[in-house]
């Protein structure tokens, strides 16, 4: 049973600086937790890195994060305890079966956690899945910072197993990765849940499922009243002039910006605690509900019959901050000065005629504003050397309409390549590419290819081309194939040959699955060969069931020691062709090009598109020989229309 003492701790417990994802990878295997399952997705992805330095647990990098979700249903249904990580997008791709494993319920604690990331970090949507789980009906676990992300996992498989149903821990990228003092308690001693065939519970036929829907919504009535009882949410009394709910990071920003307010701290962020809400809202005089993106709280608290003030007073989008929690305050009670603290009133009609008299205002933060100090802007860019670049190069140079997908090649939508014209979610492009084949002019629509990396291809490429060969809607496919997963920092996938723990397994074939599925035309390229990959793109615009695979190691993988290049300058006529891939190797002195040797990988790409041989690889006049890494082909000179 899940009660206040649940976080005592051990008297012996070592307080350790851990990120929340590490956290969360810690409190997981100490909950005896034997099963993990993931794809990596910014910022979730430390979490099942972490758990692979655990002995006596099984972990693996998912194909997607549906079929990881699969894996720890069946691992719980067979009476061991498990947990599925992803970022908050992957939660889209399992909600299948979230939907249906709610009704199921647990044997074994089962535990999911999302990584949602406010501010669009390194993700294309910032959703807030906190509405899965009023979607799906099941409770939420929200942690405010490493020492929560430990002890909420912990509680999870616990509340998990009490209340038969899967548990959603909600990270954001601020606990995701910062780090905090964990103080542990320990590894619990879990043994396997006997198995037991249940029809009635685990096959969800229509029957069954109508008689386990009513068990749900028992269920979501007795968390509601665990809710109020457990020591997850707490009131932490101070001023009663204003007070906070709030939760998560929020929670931070909130207790730093007014130290001396009154704060409903929310943990379990679903169900809510009806009766502690009521009895908080009562005793002070103005109410903010303080949540990122959403107004998921504030909505059900307003339902309560509770007058609070939320996204009236702050953003719906982005991160919050301090200075942004603090300003919006001051201004909604009537603040012209920020940084003085007087008021002028208030919705509630009274209260002290000095905010700071109030002992509300932190007088020694510093930055109201957030931006007062500000760097200069970091864009996104490739690697210099990244073999995705020659493709892109090659994409705008014919006119291409280039449909995206996810992963480190998007950056091929910046300037100054802009060679991408859609980008929408994992595997998107080819079922994209299939559509504007058949919605644009003819003479459009025969530009249009779809572009996709080879780890998003093992996730959710397949199917949409098994659909577009079925169909017979073709348009061709190239699949930029680096070795790894390499945006979230290089993990494996089926066809990359290694696993999760970095041993060697079997490596699935891609050019053998485009043939199995039905393409016709199926072409293995070196990604750094300009002139391959032409030639091989315009063959595929008079064949588009082609499929191309442009091979060469992701750069931070592969690197050589190799010579950068060289630029003679006499024989530059300053046509910027050199320029156009936007290497960051390659900088501008004036009109001219300047190779930064710190940066240059000598991949060749700019001593291919060279029409005058100012730039070039070795010694002036000698051909590279193998093994001096000029490309991923060793021993081909690279020089314009040149040739050894």
């Not at 949409?464 to 790894?484: E, F, K």
């Not at 501008?588 to 001593?607: A, D, F, M, Q, S």
Request: proline residues 6%.
């Amino acid at each position: 049973m899940v009660t206040q003492d649940t976080f005592k701790r051990t008297s012996d417990s070592n307080p350790r600086l851990l990120y929340g994802n590490e956290a969360i990878a810690l409190g997981a295997y100490e909950a005896g937790c034997t099963v993990a399952a993931g794809y990596p997705g910014t910022p979730s992805t430390e979490i099942i890195e972490t758990m692979t330095r655990f002995p006596d647990i099984h972990v693996e990098w998912s194909t997607n994060e549906k079929v990881a979700l699969e894996v720890v249903i069946g691992a719980s249904i067979a009476g061991v305890r498990a947990i599925a990580c992803m970022k908050h997008v992957g939660l889209n791709v399992a909600a299948d079966p979230l939907m249906t494993v709610t009704y199921m319920g647990v044997r074994g604690g089962l535990v999911i956690v999302t990584a949602d990331d406010p501010g669009m970090h390194s993700s294309q949507n910032e959703q807030d899945n906190r509405w899965f789980g009023k979607f799906a009906k099941v409770p939420i676990l929200e942690p405010s910072d490493s020492q929560e992300a430990y002890d909420f996992t912990r509680v999870a498989f616990d509340i998990s197993e009490e209340f038969d149903t899967p548990v959603i821990i909600r990270s954001t990228t601020r606990i995701s990765h910062a780090r905090s003092l964990v103080a542990t308690s320990g590894k619990k001693a879990v043994g396997r849940k006997p198995y037991e065939k249940d029809m009635a519970k685990y096959v969800m036929l229509p029957a069954n499922a109508r008689r386990r829907k009513v068990s749900v919504l028992e269920r979501v009535k007795k968390l509601a009243e665990f809710s109020d009882e457990a020591g997850l949410n707490r009131i932490e009394w101070g001023d009663d002039y204003i007070g906070f709910i709030t939760g998560g990071i929020s929670y931070q920003y909130v207790k730093e910006a007014f130290p001396e307010a009154s704060v409903l701290k929310l943990g379990l962020a679903y169900p809510l605690p009806e009766k502690v809400i009521r009895e908080f809202a009562a005793r002070v005089k103005c109410l903010y509900v303080v949540e990122e993106l959403d107004d998921f709280w504030e909505t059900q608290i307003r339902a309560m019959g509770i007058t609070c003030r939320g996204k009236d007073v702050f953003p719906g989008a982005g991160e919050l901050s301090v200075g942004i929690v603090k300003q919006k305050v001051l201004w909604s009670l009537g603040c012209t000065d920020p940084g003085c603290g007087e008021k002028r009133g208030d919705a509630s009609g009274g209260g002290p005629s000095n905010v700071a008299e109030a002992g509300l205002l932190n007088a020694a933060e510093p930055d109201l504003v957030p931006g007062t100090r500000s760097l200069p802007a970091r864009p996104p860019v490739l690697c210099p050397g990244c073999p995705h670049r020659a493709v892109y190069y090659v994409i705008k140079k014919l006119g291409l309409v280039a449909c995206g997908d996810i992963g480190c090649y998007t950056l091929g939508a910046l300037p100054p390549l802009s060679s991408l014209d859609t980008t929408t979610c994992m595997g998107a492009s080819i079922g994209h590419a299939q559509g504007m084949r058949l919605g644009l002019p003819a003479d459009k629509a025969g530009k249009v290819v779809a572009v996709i990396g080879d780890s998003t291809f093992m996730h959710s490429g397949i199917t949409p081309l098994i659909n577009m060969t079925y169909n017979q809607v073709d348009a061709p496919v190239i699949i930029l194939d680096n070795g790894t997963t390499a945006m979230t920092g290089h993990q494996g996938h089926p066809a990359s040959g290694w696993n999760a723990r970095h041993k060697e397994s079997p490596k699935v074939a891609i050019e053998e699955i485009a043939r199995a599925v039905g393409r016709r035309d199926v072409e293995v390229v070196d990604a750094y060969d300009t002139k391959s990959v032409e030639r091989a793109l315009r063959k595929a615009l008079d064949q588009p069931s082609a499929v191309i695979i442009a091979r060469a190691p992701c750069v931070l993988l592969a690197r050589k020691k190799t010579q950068p290049v060289k630029f003679d300058l006499s024989l530059c006529v300053e046509c910027g062709l050199c320029l156009r891939p936007g290497c960051p190797a390659l900088e501008r002195e004036g009109r001219k090009p300047k190779v930064n040797e710190i940066l240059c990988t000598g991949c060749g790409l700019c001593v291919q598109i060279c029409p005058r041989n100012a730039l070039f690889a070795g010694a002036k006049g000698e051909c590279p020989g193998p093994g001096d890494g000029v490309t991923a082909v060793e021993g081909r000179r690279e020089g314009g229309d040149s040739t050894c």
